[in-house]
């Protein structure tokens, strides 16, 4: 799909996200319903389990090659053996996820509260490091104690000291692992609302923008039928056929953001054609054949307003022939509509009206700065009305 479609077109799938981010709005874990909540504090549990698995490998793994590198022999047992000190992991791992569970409901505001409970979190977990593996020991009784175990009281003062301040820092590293994650998910939610948000509100303002054309081409056309009522009811009654296809038109083109842009030189042709009815001998029309234009598609009713200026404003102030043109040329990256009138009097008295100011805004919903709309008299004699965006080859 084209580029510029596509940025239109992203957004569509961020409505289920944005809704999930109203509930994740509190934190991941303090959402309305079960099933949010699963969904937004799954990634949490998996990293803290890969984490968990990894300090249990680091620390098996480190004692070994610290046991070994003291007592080449394995003979005076320094530290509990694998299994023992895996099975401790095992014990301590759903203590770790309660306490993180806890200090994320906790959460750190304000911190003259928070502090001293994540404190408390964190010293009741690592306190129960030492207990947890002389359980564990006292289940695989087959292995011998370790050395430092069996030193009297003193000794166990000692190894519960290390052993709170080792996975202290433990749990601080796991804390700090789920805090940064909570936080990357509450920035993700909140960008994934801010974009649903955006788009919704474009959609609005699209919509009002469309609402507030319809009802002023509606108006000028009721007024040009009115015109011929009293002196040629035949070409009223005919005009007013015309009007109901146009309607027809104007209210199908209305309810969507894009149309081809046949479709749309379809609709102004329609349009140019009730306007040279009331002015058959004033109004002259150059228009491009379907053939040549290009198959692409373009913001729906965005030539309307600049063919309605061209009448407008090149049959006021004189009693002249207007020809009103129309060109089309595309390349790869830009696509180029001109609509070009004869003018009498002085071109430059014409102003940007409610059509160009809606065309306007239009385009910079779309399509932000790279569109652009240039209207003004030309060397020619001639008012010129140029309009250039991306060509989107695809339509939404």
Same mark, same amino acid.
């Given at each position: 799909?084209?580029? !510029? ?46 984490? %968990?698995?990894?300090?249990? /490998? ?6 070994? $090659? /610290? ?14 053996? %694998?299994? !023992? ?46 207990? $947890? ?19 009297? #009281? ?12 080792? *996975? ?14 909570? /936080? ?7 960008? @994934?609302?801010?974009?649903? @948000?955006?788009?919704? %509100? ?16 509606? *108006? ?17 009654? $005919? ?28 609709? !102004? ?9 009331r002015f058959a001998d004033r109004l002259r029309l150059a228009l491009p054949e379907a053939a040549q234009m290009p198959a692409?598609? !373009? ?13 407008? #404003?090149?049959?006021?102030? #004189? ?10 040329? $595309? ?18 008295? #014409? ?46």
């Amino acid at each position: 799909m084209n580029t !510029v479609s596509g940025e239109r077109l992203r957004y569509a799938w961020t409505a289920p996200a944005a809704a999930r981010s109203a509930d994740a709005a509190n934190g991941p874990l303090s959402t309305d319903t079960p099933s949010g909540t699963r969904a937004a504090s799954w990634p949490l549990w998996v990293v803290l389990t890969l984490f %968990w698995i990894y300090v249990t /490998l680091s620390n098996v793994l480190y004692t070994r $090659s /610290l046991s070994l590198a003291l007592d080449p022999h394995d003979v005076n047992h320094y530290f509990s053996d %694998w299994d !023992v000190r895996v099975l401790q992991h095992l014990f301590l791992y759903p203590i770790l996820v309660g306490a993180i569970w806890a200090s994320l409901r906790v959460g750190w505001k304000p911190l003259w509260r928070a502090v001293p409970l994540q404190l408390l979190l964190a010293i009741a977990f690592a306190s129960l490091a030492m207990p $947890s593996i002389r359980i564990a020991g006292e289940l695989f009784a087959t292995h011998e104690p370790p050395d430092n175990v069996m030193s009297g #009281h003193k000794g166990i003062l000692n190894d519960w000291i290390a052993s709170t301040t080792s *996975f202290l820092l433990t749990y601080g590293f796991a804390l700090a692992l789920t805090t940064g994650l909570q /936080l990357y998910q509450r920035y993700r939610d909140s960008e @994934l609302k801010l974009t649903t @948000l955006e788009r919704a %509100w474009c959609g609005a303002r699209l919509e009002a923008l469309r609402m507030q054309l319809s009802p002023h081409t509606l *108006f000028n056309l009721l007024h040009a039928i009115r015109g011929q009522i009293g002196w040629d009811p035949t070409a009223a009654q $005919s005009m007013i056929v015309q009007l109901g296809d146009l309607l027809r038109r104007l209210l199908d083109a209305g309810g969507r953001d894009f149309c081809r842009l046949t479709e749309e030189m379809q609709f !102004v042709h329609l349009y140019l054609e009730l306007q040279q009815q009331r002015f058959a001998d004033r109004l002259r029309l150059a228009l491009p054949e379907a053939a040549q234009m290009p198959a692409v598609w !373009v913001p729906s009713l965005i030539l309307q307003p600049l063919v309605e200026n061209a009448v407008v #404003h090149g049959l006021a102030g #004189h009693t002249g022939v207007v020809t009103i043109c129309i060109e089309v040329s $595309s390349t790869a990256d830009c696509l180029v509509l001109t609509v070009r009138n004869t003018t009498g009097g002085n071109p430059s008295e #014409h102003c940007d009206g409610i059509g160009l100011r809606n065309v306007r805004e239009r385009l910079a919903v779309h399509f932000g700065e790279q569109a652009q709309l240039q209207s003004g008299p030309s060397a020619t004699h001639e008012w010129l009305t140029t309009l250039r965006m991306p060509p989107i080859h695809e339509g939404p």
